[in-house]
T-cell receptor, first 113, second 111 residues
């Protein structure tokens, strides 16, 4: 299975600022995804990070708020822009080139104050 | 779109079996997964089942799939305190090419 490292593991941020979360995988993967898990809730897919092209966003998520980079097959970043307390969540990176391989990083716990 | 539902809470005694249930709506779902999330941690993939299977067993874990009723269950035999966590079922639908997660079931194991 792929080893996925996310940084930071947690952060407390001021409203109105932005935070960039990094996801590093120990092997090349085609598919990388970003999820959000709001407090006490399930996971919601934010977007699919595409290497060499713009990310594909799910309904309710926009590039201006959640810009994503995917410079190569082992790395991606998610930025949470102009944060408000409603953005307090766990953000998780997921990878998997086969449907039987859907692995997650340990997540980034974000608190916006 | 796909809806995936789970009961929110389950409490069992140590040594008993736990059964966590999940229902989904999209009959074209192909792969179905169970994940475990411990406090402060990410998601750990426990097991998965393909839609043409009825059952899959992996050590203490047994997955049952009733495709007609769109019902998935995870049975944990000889439940231990270390099994206390939130368990998510997730469904992959080929048409949407993405995973849809259930609401999660908090499993509490009591001594």
């Amino acid at each position: 299975s792929a080893v996925i490292s996310q940084k930071p593991s947690r952060d407390i941020c001021q409203r109105g600022t932005s935070l960039t979360i990094q996801c590093q995988v120990d092997s090349q993967v085609t598919m990388m995804f970003w999820y959000r898990q709001q407090p006490g809730q399930s996971l919601t897919l934010i977007a699919t990070a595409n290497q060499g092209s713009e990310a594909t966003y799910e309904s309710g998520f926009v590039i201006d708020k959640f810009p994503i980079s995917r410079p190569n097959l082992t790395f991606s970043t998610l930025t949470v822009s102009n944060m408000s307390p409603e953005d307090s969540s766990i953000y998780l990176c997921s990878v998997g080139d086969r449907v039987t391989e859907a692995f997650f990083g340990q997540g980034t716990r974000l608190t916006v104050v | 779109g796909e809806d995936v539902e789970q009961s929110l809470f389950l409490s069992v005694r140590e040594g008993d079996s736990s059964v966590i249930n999940c229902t989904y709506t999209d009959s074209s779902s192909t792969y179905l997964y169970w994940y475990k999330q411990e406090p402060g941690a990410g998601l750990q993939l426990l097991t998965y089942i393909f839609s043409n299977m009825d059952m899959k067993q992996d050590q203490r874990l047994t997955v049952l799939l009733n495709k007609k009723d769109k019902h998935l269950s995870l049975r944990i035999a000889d439940t231990q305190t270390g099994d206390s966590a939130i368990y998510f079922c997730a469904v992959f639908t080929g048409g949407g090419n993405k995973l849809t997660f259930g609401t999660g079931t908090q499993l509490k194991v009591e001594l």
